[in-house]
């Protein structure tokens, strides 16, 4: 088997309650082949539950299914549609108890993105995050994170859509749970599975400069994505904890190996607050460090959230400071946002199970 037929089998069994695979396979007197039937039912056909999989016996689904064999690792709770109906937030609930968020977004053309969550709740408490605001409770399996990928490719399926990208830029940092991130991406890509190509796939870091290094190394053509969001230590540090621990210019440096040794383009992610970081001076410091390099800026107007008392950038001002890039030549992007109506839009996602989730704005952090 793959490296991904394994995590899937391993993760599935356990949480029925098996040892181990081997375990398994002796209690239902299974062959290889039965476990790839199973695994390709549920990651590339999509199958909704055991008795979809009619490849298999009726009798050895209905065993699996006394022992509580599962398909899904989420259970979904609610599903909020935007009222233009282009973004879909799920939430969802794991085994045990805890809850994620994930979001579907349809765009023109057929071209959709699914954004999902890596770690119930987040350490690193940026100031714009509703996420880091509340808390940090857990990482995800990498079942758990494919898992909410496959819930809304079955969504798109009955409709004859398929999912065309997967930016993991919900909910937690990614590189702070990074070999279930690794292994997600392994079952996202499998081609006797999910089948979805590298180069549709993002993984967006805080900036975590080890991590940076070591999926450098990795060898895969998957995109990666740096939440910047100022261009001086002493900004974003005060919005970024992080900065703290890992500076810009250390930051910097892990962007450039990652660049030399790939020869990928580096997308840096840049929300626009209101007196923080979008003046003059900041255009052009930001140009500034995006010099020598493939590198990408995408603009993100600020999404309201319920901790922050950060206003984001006129829209204006948000094409004046994307001019700037422009005229420096830097290849810049004005993200639109979608799913504001729905608190789908970046920055917004947060679960009611997070530490903090309940705290008001005027409850100090």
């Known amino acids: 088997m793959s490296r991904a037929q394994e995590v899937w089998v391993e993760e599935k069994v356990r949480a ?27 990651t590339k056909e999509l199958a909704p539950t055991l008795d979809a999989i009619t490849v298999l016996p009726a ?45 579907l977004m349809e765009h023109w053309g057929n071209r959709t993105t699914v954004c999902i969550s890596s770690q119930a709740g987040c350490a690193y408490a940026c100031a714009f995050c ?9 990482n995800l399996s990498a079942v758990e994170i494919f898992d909410q990928a496959r819930f809304f490719a079955r969504e798109l399926a009955a409709r004859d859509k398929k999912i065309t990208n997967v930016v993991f830029m919900g909910q937690g ?4 749970n990074y070999d279930a991130v690794m292994d997600a991406v392994r079952l996202l890509n499998d081609p006797a599975g999910f089948g979805l190509g590298h180069r549709h796939i993002t993984i967006s870091t805080v900036g975590l400069v080890p991590q940076i290094d070591r999926f450098a190394a990795e060898g895969i053509q998957v995109n990666l994505a740096i939440s910047l969001h100022a261009p001086t230590d002493a900004q974003r540090a005060s919005i970024m904890p992080v900065n703290r621990r890992y500076p810009i210019a250390a930051l910097m440096e892990a962007c450039g190996r990652y660049a030399d040794a790939t020869k990928r ?15 003059d001076a900041s255009a052009h410091a ?26 984001g950038t006129a829209d204006h001002r948000i094409r004046a400071f994307a001019n700037i890039l422009d005229a420096a030549g830097v290849p810049t992007t004005v993200r639109v946002p979608m799913g504001r109506d729905i608190a789908a839009a970046c920055g917004q996602l947060r679960a009611e199970t997070q530490p903090k989730a309940h705290r008001t704005a005027s409850q100090p952090p």
């Open 16 to 42: 029925a309650g098996y040892e181990s695979p081997a375990a398994f396979a002796d209690a239902h007197a299974l062959r290889p082949y039965r476990l790839q039937q199973l695994y390709r039912a549920a």
């Open 59 to 103: 009798a050895l689904r209905e065993s699996l299914g006394a022992r509580r064999f599962a398909l899904e690792s989420l259970e979904p709770v609610t599903i909020q549609r935007s009222n233009d109906h282009q973004t879909s937030k799920g939430l969802f609930r794991l085994h045990d108890g805890n809850e994620v968020e994930a979001v």
């Open 130 to 138: 509703s996420t880091g605001q509340a808390g940090y409770t857990r």
């Open 173 to 176: 940092e990614p590189f702070a």
């Open 265 to 279: 383009k580096v997308f840096f992610e840049y929300v626009m607050l209101q007196g923080i970081n979008d003046d």
């Open 286 to 311: 930001l140009a500034a460090l995006m010099r020598g390099h493939l590198y990408h800026v995408n603009l993100i107007p600020y999404n309201a959230t319920p901790d922050a008392k950060i206003a």
